[in-house]
């Protein structure tokens, strides 16, 4: 799947001018509230025209006002899946998702008929119930469901976890990794960095309108401007230690220890560290509870008030610590200098 967007519309005083081109797997739509982001969607989706612009999925132009092209939403083959389920309440779940195969041509798109995507979304049991009966993190996996049997060429999933607590969060991205790991093209929203760190394969970047960056979620996500911003290594599970309940996970910046992981030995996971979880000394620290240290570079300091975003160089992978100015000043911290990272947490997700 090829995405090409080139679009810009106003609304108000607001103004959406966004320039991407996404590749095969999960592209991440990442930013605050107000940024643009479910305006863009819904133009990908024809629920609105664009003022100016250009879209492409795989060679096919769905948009290009220039020579008048805008393809009805219903002509699209794009699914979409909203922060509610938005289910038919007199339905069953069975019925709710054959209403999906009536927009399906079966000519491309997403593969799998009713059987498999039932066994995919594992909502076999689920079936013959009606959606009162079904908990937040069911009726999303139906909603999933229901777009994929309209045999989409792009899934498009608008803050689909938003209105989740973090139990029923924890229920679904699994299955949200299912699609994206059997090749389901997603276009996804979020403002969430842990949801965009375990998903994504591209990130966009936008902010106030404008798309500030794109590129591979290893590379852009530490350059979110976000409270709970944060970077994301690549690692693969190293060992395991049942005496102590640990495993031991291999990256480019070094050796992370974290609480055990139910996965083999040679699994490949994304760890993720958020910035506020790191602390940064001068001498090796001794004595100390963290079992996580990364020696590391000074590459480039932020500073935004009281606070700054320091970006570490850690044998080619990058590590940031959001300290104090003060902390900064402190330590005498400058491009180049040699640091120790101490991790005091660490979030890990398979890839």
């Not at 999933?157 to 090749?183: C, F, H, K, T, V």
């Amino acid at each position: 799947m090829s995405l090409d967007v080139d679009i810009e519309h106003a609304r108000g005083t607001f103004r959406l001018a966004a320039t991407f081109a996404a590749q095969p797997g999960v592209t991440a739509l990442f930013g605050r509230s107000g940024s643009g982001k479910s305006t863009l969607v819904d133009i990908v989706a024809g629920l609105i025209r664009p003022q100016r612009g250009r879209i492409v999925i795989d060679g096919t132009t769905l948009v290009d006002t220039a020579r008048g092209v805008f393809a009805p939403k219903h002509r699209r083959r794009v699914g979409y899946v909203f922060q509610d389920s938005r289910l038919f309440p007199h339905l069953s779940v069975r019925q709710n998702l054959l209403y999906g195969r009536w927009f399906s041509r079966g000519d491309g798109g997403v593969a799998g008929d009713f059987g498999s995507i039932v066994e995919l979304l594992g909502i076999a049991p689920l079936i013959e119930r009606k959606p009162d009966s079904l908990s937040g993190g069911e009726k999303q996996r139906v909603a999933i469901g229901r777009a994929l049997l309209a045999h989409p060429r792009l899934l498009l999933m608008d803050e689909p976890l938003a209105s989740l607590d973090e139990q029923r969060r924890a229920e679904i991205l699994p299955y949200i990794e299912r699609l994206r790991d059997i090749g389901v093209p997603i276009l996804y929203v979020s403002h969430s960095v842990i949801e965009v760190a375990r998903l994504a394969t591209t990130v966009v970047i936008l902010s106030e309108g404008k798309v500030t960056a794109v590129g591979p979620v290893l590379d852009i996500l530490p350059l979110a401007e976000a409270s709970d911003g944060g970077s994301v290594l690549e690692a693969v599970v190293a060992r395991h230690d049942d005496a102590f309940q640990l495993t031991t996970l291999g990256s480019r910046a070094g050796d992370l220890q974290v609480p055990r992981l139910a996965a083999e030995t040679g699994s490949v996971v994304r760890a993720y560290i958020r910035s506020r979880d790191v602390m940064l000394s001068l001498q090796p620290p001794q004595d100390i509870s963290a079992l996580n240290v990364l020696s590391g570079k000074v590459s480039q300091i932020s500073e935004s008030g009281a606070q700054a975003d320091v970006r570490l160089d850690c044998n080619g992978a990058t590590l940031v610590a959001r300290l104090t100015a003060k902390s900064v000043q402190r330590l005498a911290l400058s491009p180049g200098r040699p640091v120790y990272a101490v991790i005091k947490s660490v979030s890990f997700e398979r890839s």
